[in-house]
């Protein structure tokens, strides 16, 4: 594993902004991410960069998934809700948001769902995968492992996982965090789930997945396995993660570590997710739950999946 696994990197967004909670900022990112614009940027996407028609598709579904890369002219689709979901829960200004996770972009695609049963279609979830560039590293690894006194977790590695006088090194903690798992959390071999967020009106109440959350976590093992790799990583509001460990409890947290607010109010949690031994657990648990969440079965009854679309392409 390279020593340079902890990274820092400057966003080229609002780099030079300094002032992250200028009002006329504000306002101008208000209108980039406001619905009229996102829905028309949903319609452009389906007939220009698709190249379908969504109403011959649909026959009565509500959502369409699809995979937007963060470089890519529509991906203020997805980053519209990551952006103002993160700001409120966060507390922060949508250009510090912007600037935070922007560093990430050229490393970044998005799990979008957008609701296609409106007359304008709604952007109604995202989630971030990251791949691994070592470059940039990963958000996730990189704020756990930060030997910072903000970082919630960092007096339990060193606790947890260094002996009294030894001196910390975050190469060395990322691998102890592993071992003692069991697993070799190969970054190169991993995609970090950033961000995971979904628009107030399509979340899932807690002890309950909802049709967003089964797309989420299906679309990212079908582009982990499209990219070969074998983990997942990720940083986690407690309530989401407990609904899908409901499910056969594909992930798992590390045993030194505890929940801590982390930039919020909310607990959270860092966890991982070998893929593998994951989706064993999961079918061991409910082979029908595993037949939707990992093969995606019936989830076409209600979502306009991307295999289809791309078929259809073909």
């Known amino acids: 594993m390279s020593a340079d696994i902890l990274k820092f990197p400057n966003s080229e967004v609002g780099e030079a902004q300094t002032d992250f909670n200028d009002p006329e900022l504000e306002q101008t990112l208000a209108q980039r991410f ?3 614009r996102i829905g028309q ?3 452009d996407y389906f007939t ?26 529509y991906s203020d689709i997805p980053r519209a809700v990551e952006t103002i979901e993160f700001a409120e829960y966060f507390k922060l200004s949508k250009a510090e948001v912007l600037h935070d996770y922007g560093a990430y972009d050229a490393a970044s695609t998005f799990v979008s769902v957008i609701d296609i049963s409106r007359s304008v279609p709604v952007s109604a979830g995202v989630v971030r995968m990251v ?19 903000k970082n919630p977790w960092i007096q339990e590695i060193k606790d947890g996982y260094f002996a009294k006088d030894e001196i910390y090194d975050p190469v060395t903690a990322w691998q102890r965090l592993g071992e ?6 190969d970054l190169e071999d991993s995609i970090d789930v950033a961000t995971h967020a979904s628009a107030e009106a399509y979340r899932g109440r807690r002890g309950a997945i909802n049709g967003v959350s089964m797309l989420f976590y299906h679309a990212c093992l079908v ?27 594909p992930f798992n947290t590390y045993r030194h570590l505890s929940p801590h607010p982390y930039g919020g109010d909310g607990d959270t949690i860092p966890a991982f997710c070998d893929i593998k031994v994951g989706e064993k657990r999961m079918r061991k648990f409910d082979e029908g739950i595993g037949r939707v969440f990992i093969d995606g079965e019936g989830l076409d009854i209600n979502a306009i999946m991307p295999d289809e679309y791309t078929a259809e392409q073909s």
């Open 34 to 36: 406001g619905q009229e």
């Open 41 to 43: 940027l949903c319609l």
């Open 48 to 73: 220009d960069e698709l190249g379908i028609d969504v109403s011959e598709l649909a026959h009565g579904r509500e959502y369409l998934v699809a995979y937007i890369p963060a470089d890519s002219k």
């Open 131 to 149: 791949d691994y560039d070592p470059a940039v590293g990963f958000k996730d690894v990189n704020d756990l492992l930060v030997d910072d006194p």
């Open 180 to 185: 003692l798992e069991g697993v070799y959390l």
């Open 223 to 249: 582009r982990a396995k499209q990219l070969k790799k074998n983990n997942l990583l990720a940083i986690f509001d407690l309530p989401p993660l407990e609904n899908l460990q409901q499910y056969g409890s």
